[in-house]
């Protein structure tokens, strides 16, 4: 099969931003139980893809900019609102900017198959990543979450450029698969786990985007190979069909809903849950209803 079909499965032009709530944060974060989440800033958006449409470099990256104090504005107005009731049902929310993969950008598919062609070097992913992320850091997001990441070479690449460019906002890094032990591109979650384990600028590992059959063997196999929080958030599982130019509804939960899966893999061990393509805010509603309340997993237990 080629990779297109991926693509055109799960793709990454839905009309939602990626929302998650988040169980617990194993690092300077003080708050207990759940945070509201909000990716600030679409996977897509990148520096040359405005400039291919027309903009200067400065309108390019103060919209970058904008997007994370809009994000941020936004939180610190409803935190505010939720402190004047007399009890808060929520915990503060994070702001993460959010930097796709290479794949994204092309937008051929390939953040689903993780084949980048021969002429991609990681120098050259730095390269691409490097602006963005300088832009994105310095506007004062509480987490750089990336998304999607096909294969190992982009995350190296990542890893490098968290350490060269110094960045001191922590981060994700977010893989997709098909299967429960590789990623898009068949490297192992193994592999790609080396080199993540030795940086400390990236706080949590996890994978995105990736059907929801497969995340609790994920959790459970990543589990195994890192002692980093986990973060999953998987797309809705449903399947594009291009004929009929409709959704099929997802074949995978059999009497499990996503909500009640969202619990296994709470208890499976993943710290921070929540939905990507094709998940509304309302599954989003219903995954903080099931995770409410529960133990929240302590420091020392992740
Ligand atoms: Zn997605």
């Not at 070479?153 to 450029?161: C, D, F, I, S, T």
């Not at 309340?293 to 020392?300: C, L, Q």
Request: aromatic fraction near 10%.
């Amino acid at each position: 099969m080629s990779s297109f079909p991926h693509h055109t499965r799960y793709h990454h032009s839905c009309d939602l931003h990626p929302l998650l709530y988040i169980t617990f944060s194993s690092f300077s974060f003080s708050v207990r139980e759940i945070y509201a989440f909000l990716s600030c800033i679409y996977l897509q958006a990148t520096i040359p893809g405005f400039l291919a449409r027309g903009m200067l470099l400065e309108e390019a990256e103060g919209l970058l900019r904008t997007s994370v104090e809009l994000a941020l504005e936004a939180r610190d107005e409803f935190w505010k609102s939720t402190l004047r009731k007399s009890k808060p049902v929520y915990n503060r929310a994070l702001v993460a900017a959010s930097i796709g993969s290479y794949g994204a950008y092309l937008a051929d598919g390939s953040e689903y198959s993780g084949l980048y062609g021969e002429d991609i070097t990681t120098e050259k992913l730095k390269d691409f990543h490097r602006r963005r992320l300088q832009v994105l850091a310095s506007a004062g997001p509480d987490l750089i979450a990336f998304e999607a990441i096909p294969n190992k070479m982009e995350a190296q690449a990542l890893v490098e450029l968290l350490e060269e460019e110094n960045i001191q906002v922590p981060s994700w890094i977010c893989f997709s698969s098909e299967d429960d032990k590789n990623l898009c591109s068949g490297e192992s979650f193994a592999e790609c786990l080396q080199f993540l384990n030795a940086s400390d600028k990236v706080a949590i590992v996890g994978v995105n985007c990736t059907p929801p059959q497969f995340i609790e063997g994920i959790i459970r196999e990543l589990k195994k190979q890192t002692k980093k929080a986990i973060a999953v958030y998987p797309n809705s599982g449903e399947v594009w069909d291009g004929r009929a130019k409709r959704w099929l509804p997802a074949e995978c939960f059999g009497h499990k809903s996503f909500d009640a899966l969202a619990k296994r893999w709470q208890e499976a061990g993943a710290s921070f849950v929540g939905g990507c393509c094709r998940t509304t805010p309302s599954t989003i509603r219903a995954v903080s209803k099931v995770l409410k309340g529960r133990t929240a997993y302590s420091a020392t237990q992740i």
